[in-house]
């Protein structure tokens, strides 16, 4: 199991990283086998227990009745997750004493074909909790893996030619890696239950302490795409009062919504999304003299997540921290 994860998790590492446009510096290869050889023993740190874990809805999801087929993992942990068939939202609630009343929903990537649901989700939540922020980790349907005839599957060697499919198809877009995503035949299922998601916390504030108008969104890769996506197209009740986007951006023609809320933005250096689409929404928010943060990290590869790697990139959590402080989303303490 362990050597399926380490290939899973380089797998989705160079599934964006390989597409770097050219003349842009490659990453390390010894840096990105180090992150990945981590990545498999994540399953052995201590972990926070979810409070709950609801059902997004009360039947089959919408659109996806006629799925049938059961999620499949990877890891003892379920470090990573595939064949998401029923979304779900994971409670994660700081302690009393810490508690600030604000809220974040937690999008995990993997190129809309898997979750990785620890380093990008349940010890993201963790690291939210420990800062009074209650956390919510989002399950989102992912695209489903198949055979050669065309039968759904949870065989780890399909997972990986689903998913150098997926790297081919980002590889030869014409109109840019985040339309790409967007292009995506199953794509727009994870935006749909991120919407409903926002939605669901928003109705079950008061009995998790949590204030309404103090929840975010925030995501990772295809997480961040999907937090983007909510950012720029929402409801009145599903609109996010903050956001956060790792290793993500959006289309050169992004503007910021006339209810934009604060944004906080990370990444490597020389990561698949740099420098165009997360220098892009950057303008955007400082051009509509919106509260907006932008951190680079030069010795960092894609898919650091919340897991420490010795890098400076490691301080991401607690940059935003403070953003979301000086921004009034978490109150001063």
């Not at 992150?35 to 059902?55: R, W």
């Not at 089959?60 to 049938?68: H, K, L, N, R």
């Not at 959006?250 to 990444?267: E, G, I, N, Q, Y």
């Not at 907006?292 to 590869?301: C, I, Q």
Request: charged share 20%; with cysteine.
């Amino acid at each position: 199991m362990k050597r399926e994860l380490v290939i899973l998790t380089a797998l989705v590492a160079l599934t964006f990283s390989s597409c770097q446009q050219a003349g842009e510096q490659a990453t390390a290869p010894s840096d990105s086998v180090e992150l990945v050889m981590n990545a498999a023993t994540i399953g052995t740190a201590a972990k926070m227990e979810p409070t709950e874990v609801l059902k997004l809805y009360d039947g089959p999801a919408p659109g996806t009745e006629s799925w049938s087929h059961h999620e499949a993992q990877i890891g003892e942990a379920g470090e990573v997750l595939f064949n998401v068939s029923e979304p779900t939202l994971a409670v994660y609630l700081p302690e009393p004493e810490k508690a600030t009343g604000s809220a974040m929903l937690v999008c995990p990537g993997g190129g809309f074909t898997i979750l990785s649901y620890v380093n990008e989700g349940t010890l993201v939540a963790q690291e939210l909790c420990k800062r009074g922020v209650a956390a919510f980790v989002l399950k989102y349907r992912t695209t489903p893996v198949t055979d050669e005839e065309g039968k759904i599957t949870d065989n780890p060697q399909q997972l990986v030619k689903t998913m150098t499919w997926i790297n081919e198809v980002i590889q030869n877009s014409q109109t840019g890696l985040v339309q790409a995503c967007l292009d995506l035949e199953y794509s727009h299922l994870a935006f749909e239950d991120a919407d409903r998601a926002m939605n669901l916390i928003r109705e079950n504030a008061a009995k998790w302490g949590i204030r309404t108008d103090k929840v975010g969104i925030m995501g990772f890769s295809a997480g961040a795409v999907t937090s983007m996506y909510q950012v720029l197209h929402h409801t009145e009740s599903s609109r996010p009062d903050f956001a956060g986007i790792v290793y993500g951006g959006w289309t050169s023609d992004v503007a910021a919504p006339k209810d934009a809320m604060p944004l906080f933005l990370c990444s490597p250096v020389n990561d698949v999304f740099q420098p165009e689409e997360t220098i892009d929404v950057f303008k955007a928010w400082r051009t509509a003299k919106v509260p907006v943060e932008l951190h680079y990290y030069s010795d960092s590869v894609h898919g650091y997540g919340a897991m420490p790697t010795g890098k400076s990139s490691d301080l991401w959590v607690e940059e935003m921290y403070r953003f979301m402080q000086d921004a009034g989303f978490v109150e001063h303490r």
